[in-house]
């Protein structure tokens, strides 16, 4: 993730002024940051025994200077949140998890997300360890807004960032994961760890790097399978290409069933999109369907998507409150579809 680049962020507020609503049109309510105590970002939303509850990452000033690897977004902990409704009072919880609990950390706790299963909660976390290699983590709980015990170890076979875990309909559940660039997934793409590999892996014409999948095993604590990758196809059958920045995965993967589709979504990262690929298959493959979200204000892009109470909503980040790239703050807006069950486009 992250090129450090303040051109493209001004860009990017300037897209945002000039694609505003045309004359005669009513703009839709401005969501506003639904935390302002705290930097918050990367909002994974979900809803347990009938409540939102909404597990960010904490952006912080740590006065680490901008690098293309994401050196400054240093994260140290985690809050998590809840609201009784959508436009509802947003309740912090506090520390739910600290770095310094975590024997295996070494620094940049970043974007989590959180499951239930047999009355534990689990908060799943990347951080770099000792070694400064990203590797995921787990956590438990016996409450949805923790305090979280971390596991002593990693999960074994992890790797890169942004764990996203979805449990189907049938009770399996399965963690996407990864982001190339200061997400280190490039570095993965033999099977062992190349520390030389910053960004992607400069081969344009041939099948982008892409986010990873497994099935998590009855305990939530591991993989049950060998990771595959989550692949996805154009609308011809072929691969989206690694010089294809406007379409290909990035990080922050999410994902969601609707009416029997599985619904794959990501940030393209340094284009800043947020796109999706459905298939009939947790697993893929999936067929891009097109860009639901125009670039916020902010170099990163980072969502989740969950119904509640019959709708459908989108969480997400800018930096309204700082307008700087490091320091987030979430939102949360309706998420609309077309009767066929594409998503529209949301302009922010
Ligand atoms: O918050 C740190 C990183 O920025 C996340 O892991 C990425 O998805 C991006 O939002």
Same mark, same amino acid.
């Given at each position: 993730?992250?090129?450090?680049?303040?051109?493209?962020?001004?860009?990017?507020?300037?897209?945002?002024?000039?694609?505003?609503?045309?004359?005669?049109?009513?703009?839709?309510?401005?969501?506003?940051?639904?935390?302002?105590?705290?930097?918050?970002?990367?909002?994974?939303?979900?809803? /347990?025994?009938?409540?939102?509850?909404?597990?960010?990452?904490?952006?912080?000033?740590?006065?680490?200077?901008?690098?293309?690897?994401?050196?400054? /977004?240093?994260?140290?902990?985690?809050?998590?949140?809840?609201?009784?409704?959508?436009?509802?009072?947003?309740?912090?919880?506090?520390?739910?998890?600290?770095?310094?609990?975590?024997?295996?950390?070494?620094?940049?706790?970043?974007?989590?997300?959180?499951?239930?299963?047999?009355?534990?909660?689990?908060?799943? /976390?990347?951080?770099?360890?000792?070694?400064?290699?990203?590797?995921?983590?787990?956590?438990?709980?016996?409450?949805?807004?923790?305090?979280?015990?971390?596991?002593?170890?990693?999960?074994?076979?992890?790797?890169?960032?942004?764990?996203?875990?979805?449990?189907?309909?049938?009770?399996?559940?399965?963690?996407?994961?990864?982001?190339?660039?200061?997400?280190?997934?490039?570095?993965?793409?033999?099977?062992?760890?190349?520390?030389?590999?910053?960004?992607?892996?400069?081969?344009?014409?041939?099948?982008?790097?892409?986010?990873?999948?497994?099935?998590?095993?009855?305990?939530?604590?591991?993989?049950?399978?060998?990771?595959?990758?989550?692949?996805?196809?154009?609308?011809?059958?072929?691969?989206?290409?690694?010089?294809?920045?406007?379409?290909?995965?990035?990080?922050?993967?999410?994902?969601?069933?609707?009416?029997?589709?599985?619904?794959?979504?990501?940030?393209?990262?340094?284009?800043?999109?947020?796109?999706?690929?459905?298939?009939?298959?947790?697993?893929?493959?999936?067929?891009?369907?097109?860009?639901?979200?125009?670039?916020?204000?902010?170099?990163?892009?980072?969502?989740?998507?969950?119904?509640?109470?019959?709708?459908?909503?989108? /969480?997400?980040?800018?930096?309204?409150?700082?307008?700087?790239?490091?320091?987030?703050?979430?939102?949360?807006?309706?998420?609309?579809?077309?009767?066929?069950?594409?998503?529209?486009?949301?302009?922010?």
């Amino acid at each position: 993730m992250f090129l450090s680049n303040k051109l493209t962020l001004t860009a990017i507020a300037l897209i945002a002024i000039s694609t505003g609503p045309l004359l005669g049109q009513k703009a839709p309510a401005k969501p506003k940051p639904l935390v302002t105590n705290l930097y918050t970002a990367d909002p994974s939303a979900h809803v /347990f025994n009938g409540k939102i509850y909404i597990y960010p990452s904490h952006d912080i000033e740590a006065n680490v200077p901008e690098d293309d690897e994401g050196g400054h /977004f240093n994260m140290r902990d985690y809050h998590v949140f809840s609201m009784d409704n959508i436009n509802g009072k947003v309740t912090d919880h506090g520390v739910a998890l600290d770095i310094k609990t975590i024997p295996w950390a070494g620094r940049q706790l970043w974007a989590p997300d959180a499951a239930y299963k047999n009355g534990t909660y689990y908060l799943y /976390f990347p951080v770099k360890d000792k070694q400064d290699v990203f590797r995921i983590g787990v956590a438990t709980s016996k409450s949805p807004t923790g305090p979280f015990k971390p596991q002593p170890k990693p999960i074994p076979g992890s790797y890169s960032i942004d764990p996203a875990v979805f449990t189907d309909t049938d009770g399996k559940s399965y963690m996407y994961f990864g982001g190339i660039w200061g997400g280190q997934l490039q570095r993965w793409h033999t099977g062992k760890y190349d520390a030389s590999l910053k960004t992607d892996l400069k081969k344009d014409k041939e099948p982008a790097l892409t986010a990873k999948v497994a099935r998590m095993s009855n305990d939530m604590l591991t993989f049950d399978e060998p990771v595959r990758d989550v692949k996805i196809l154009d609308k011809n059958g072929k691969p989206l290409l690694g010089g294809d920045h406007d379409r290909r995965f990035f990080e922050g993967a999410w994902m969601h069933k609707y009416k029997g589709t599985y619904y794959f979504s990501y940030s393209t990262g340094d284009t800043h999109y947020l796109a999706y690929a459905t298939s009939k298959s947790p697993y893929g493959p999936f067929t891009y369907q097109g860009t639901f979200m125009k670039p916020v204000t902010g170099w990163t892009t980072h969502h989740s998507i969950v119904e509640f109470n019959g709708k459908w909503y989108i /969480f997400y980040h800018d930096v309204e409150l700082s307008g700087k790239t490091h320091l987030r703050n979430i939102k949360v807006r309706e998420l609309k579809r077309n009767a066929d069950g594409s998503i529209q486009l949301i302009t922010p």
